[in-house]
């Protein structure tokens, strides 16, 4: 389905992408891994036709339909609601709608025109073949499982923050039924509930999917086949992130022992080298092992490197009880408290996570515990 031959895209001196080979075949499920900066999402840029490569070509289906979820969106928009902007995610459907508008108001001026009625009938039956009627269901649906309320749908879209507005962006997109589906870092905006709606939704989508994530519990749960983007190179495992990551650690020491023999040899070829070099007995011999440490090939192992070094002093010593809060209260005002009668106690060496919902305080509790806000009511106790 997508083909990218002797493919490469560099820009000025950097060259991101050199001379890959991948094919894609349909309905398949790919996780797109590997190090950030390393050209991931110009990969989809070149599949989506956003960007063209330098050399090589790229042989997609014509007329085939493609939506591409961008990590970051500049969303442009018209003054619309929420719930027209998601369900209008159709480019041909709009079309349609707007024909069936046009036509409706000729055939009330000229009602007996055959012509005009077959053409209204053509085209409501293109309308409902593209699931036109089922597309308002459709983005309730989709916003509805993104974690939007019913009472939300006809608030201004422009009005929501821009996280919601990208939740909002992916609704529209896999309402829109595309053939092939470009997802870079889905999750991103996503709190736990939304993603579980997100991966039950992809697990039943029938088309081509192709997704970068950070989130191995997606990557594993969704994708069949794996692509690594490093060093320039794509490589496509046959399996899921987990597959791909046993798969890479087999090469990798695959590589190693290979590049660790070869060594060796050399070693023992050059000593040879050294020690009959004077020797005119030996002249021919010596030669030899000359060109034969010439044609020797060189493995190059790339091992990638996390570039993020962070650093955490080391906390002086605590007693066994390190923070508690009792019967703690808090809002930004008074008629909407975030924590109501919360009580927590942390001991030394305990490890929490916070989960929960968008909004529902998590970051809010962070920021008390660190005495970045202070509690309406209620007891927070700093141990020593």
Excluded at 235 to 246: S, T
């Amino acid at each position: 389905m997508i083909n990218l031959s002797n493919v490469s895209k560099y820009f000025g001196t950097q060259d991101v992408l050199h001379e890959i080979d991948i094919q894609i075949n349909e309905y398949e499920k790919i996780g797109i891994v590997g190090p950030n900066g390393q050209g991931k999402s110009t990969f989809f840029n070149l599949i989506s036709g956003e960007i063209k490569p330098n050399e090589g070509y790229i042989n997609i289906p014509k007329k085939i339909t493609m939506s591409y979820m961008h990590q970051n969106v500049q969303l442009s928009y018209k003054k619309e609601s929420l719930l027209e902007y998601t369900e209008n995610s159709n480019p041909k459907l709009i079309k349609i709608k707007n024909e069936i508008k046009n036509l409706n108001e000729q055939i009330q001026k000229h009602s007996q025109n055959i012509q005009l009625l077959n053409k209204l009938d053509d085209l409501l039956e293109n309308y409902a073949l593209l699931d036109g009627y089922e597309m308002t269901h459709k983005a309730e649906t989709a916003l509805s499982g993104l974690g939007f309320k019913e009472n939300q749908y006809n608030d201004l879209f422009e009005n929501f923050s821009g996280g919601w507005k990208m939740r909002a962006e992916l609704a529209r997109l896999l309402i829109s039924n595309p053939k092939i589906l470009l997802l870079d870092e889905p999750s991103n905006y996503l709190d736990l509930p939304a993603i579980e709606w997100l991966k039950k939704y992809l697990e039943n989508f029938n088309g081509t999917m192709l997704m970068i994530s950070h989130d191995r519990y997606l990557l594993n749960s969704l994708t069949t086949k794996t692509i690594e983007i490093s060093n320039g190179n794509a490589i496509k495992y046959e399996g899921n992130y987990e597959y791909y990551i046993d798969e890479k650690n087999k090469r990798l020491e695959h590589e190693l022992n290979k590049e660790k023999n070869l060594s060796r040899k050399r070693e023992e070829i050059q000593n040879f080298i050294d020690k009959f070099r004077a020797n005119s007995k030996k002249a021919s011999l010596v030669q030899s092992r000359i060109k034969m440490l010439d044609k020797m090939e060189e493995v190059d192992v790339k091992i990638n490197k996390a570039s993020t070094n962070i650093r955490i002093p080391t906390p002086p010593s605590s007693g066994k009880n390190v923070i508690s809060i009792t019967k703690g209260s808090f809002g930004y005002n008074e008629k909407e408290i975030i924590l109501n009668n919360v009580d927590l106690n942390i001991d030394r060496n305990e490890k929490f996570a916070f989960i929960g919902a968008n909004g529902a305080g998590k970051t809010t509790l962070l920021k008390i515990l660190a005495g970045n806000l202070k509690l309406k009511s209620g007891n927070l106790k700093i141990g020593h």
